[in-house]
């Protein structure tokens, strides 16, 4: 009897084994088959092979997440959008809940929420609050499971901060330090992190707040805050910041560029002629890279960079006025800072290939001074390059 049922015992495990293999084989063929079938476009096949995989095998939680990332690229292209993203978010509630400590569902519930706060803001304004706070419930829960993961930080910061502008102070705080986080550790990562943090919030606060103290972040902002037109005006603090770090550093390459422009501009007024002391040709532009590494000659700026001149002045006020033509590219055109003796008196968008006009009003206590025109935001792209042309300049004197 006791041999019997000891068979019975084993025929049963071995017949639950075989049966579970055999699920699990199902499962995972029509998991390929399903991922066949969204590769081609053919959806309505691609989600009755996800479905049939979950029902083989249920306890899997990597089938439901693979059958919501279908369906949350699905939603990209559909009408039902919401209901896609609703399904998806269900089914990654379904996979946490198999596997809580997989870091990856969190993120893509939170994921859910954002898309979602962008129909509601549309049609269900009273939601938005509401989805807001689930989406950085998940986000922490995330990043409870991994503190100290970059893609973790990435994801939430680069999704968080799509609704940075509804966000309460403690949820901004965590999203900006999850992207200055990502930025400290991979400063290379501005090219994806600084556009989406300047469409969603448009303020260049937020910008300041997510970069790290470091040199190279901050010239990576700098570089990105020169290719917007909007931004671009703001390029004073941040260009300060820069200096302030590098005269930390105290390297020897900005030890020899600081040496270069005194010797340009000894030299410069120790040739200054008083008789046409007022006039700059275009040609005696002289001057140095931003990197201090080029030099520029002839008001030619092909680079970020500045160029001097010296002039005569007379007591009272004046006109600086400078010739110049630039080429765009990317709908933007130069953008000229003119500086009289290390002092800003004007800057402008050159917009224009043909030599123009441009004035600048100061008042002066007269004397021999160096006139300086600094160009900022060199660029380009496979057929343009942005350049800047600084030609005769002349002083005026206001009656």
């Known amino acids: 009897m006791r041999r019997f049922v000891l068979n019975i015992a084993i025929l049963t495990v071995s017949a639950l084994l075989v049966f579970a293999i055999v699920q699990n084989y199902i499962s995972f063929r029509d998991r390929q088959r399903a991922e066949l079938c969204r590769d081609k476009y053919l959806w309505n096949k691609a989600e009755k092979f996800f479905r049939k995989s979950i029902s083989a095998n249920p306890y899997n939680s ?3 997440s693979d059958y919501a990332d279908f369906l949350l690229y699905q ?6 959008t919401g209901e896609l993203l609703l399904l998806a978010g269900d089914l990654y509630a379904r996979a946490y809940s198999l596997n809580p400590c997989w870091r990856e569902y969190p993120l893509k519930i939170a994921q859910v929420k954002i898309r979602l706060t962008g129909i509601a803001g549309k049609e269900f304004p009273k939601t938005l609050g509401k989805l807001s706070e689930e989406a950085m419930e998940f986000f922490r829960k995330a990043y409870a ?3 100290n993961g970059f893609n973790t930080s990435y994801v939430i910061g680069y999704y968080g901060i799509q609704i940075y502008n509804i966000l309460r102070g403690n949820d901004k705080d965590f999203i900006a330090g999850r992207l200055k986080y990502s930025l400290n550790e991979r400063p290379w990562y501005s090219v994806y992190i600084y556009p989406i943090v300047w469409n969603s919030t448009k303020q260049y606060s937020v910008l300041e707040k997510i970069t ?3 040199l190279i972040t901050n010239e990576l902002l700098f570089l990105f805050m020169t290719q917007d037109p909007e931004l671009i005006k703001q390029w004073h603090g941040q260009y300060k910041k820069i200096q302030e770090l ?5 390297t020897d390459e900005l030890n020899g560029k600081k040496a270069r422009i005194e010797e340009i501009k000894d030299k410069l007024l120790s040739v200054l002629d008083e008789a046409n002391g007022k006039n700059i040709d275009g040609s005696i532009w002289v001057g140095i890279s931003e990197q201090g590494d080029q030099d520029i000659s002839g008001g030619n700026m092909f680079f970020n960079g500045i160029v001097f001149g010296a002039a005569g002045f007379s007591p009272g006020k004046s006109e600086i006025k400078i010739s110049a033509k630039g080429a765009k590219s990317d709908d933007m055109w130069p953008y000229m800072i003119v500086l ?4 800003i008196i004007g800057e402008t968008f050159v917009k224009t290939d043909d030599w123009s006009e441009y004035s600048f009003s100061i008042n002066s206590d007269g004397g021999p001074k160096i006139i300086s025109i600094m160009f900022i935001n060199d660029g380009g792209n496979e ?4 350049n800047l042309y600084i030609g005769d300049a002349w002083v005026e004197k206001i009656k």
């Open 75 to 80: 939603s990209n292209f559909s009408k039902n």
């Open 246 to 250: 590098k005269q930390n550093a105290d």
């Open 145 to 147: 499971n991994d503190p």
């Open 212 to 214: 790290p103290d470091t």
């Open 62 to 64: 990597n089938y439901y």
């Open 383 to 386: 057929k343009e390059d942005r």
């Open 340 to 343: 009289l003796d290390d002092e």
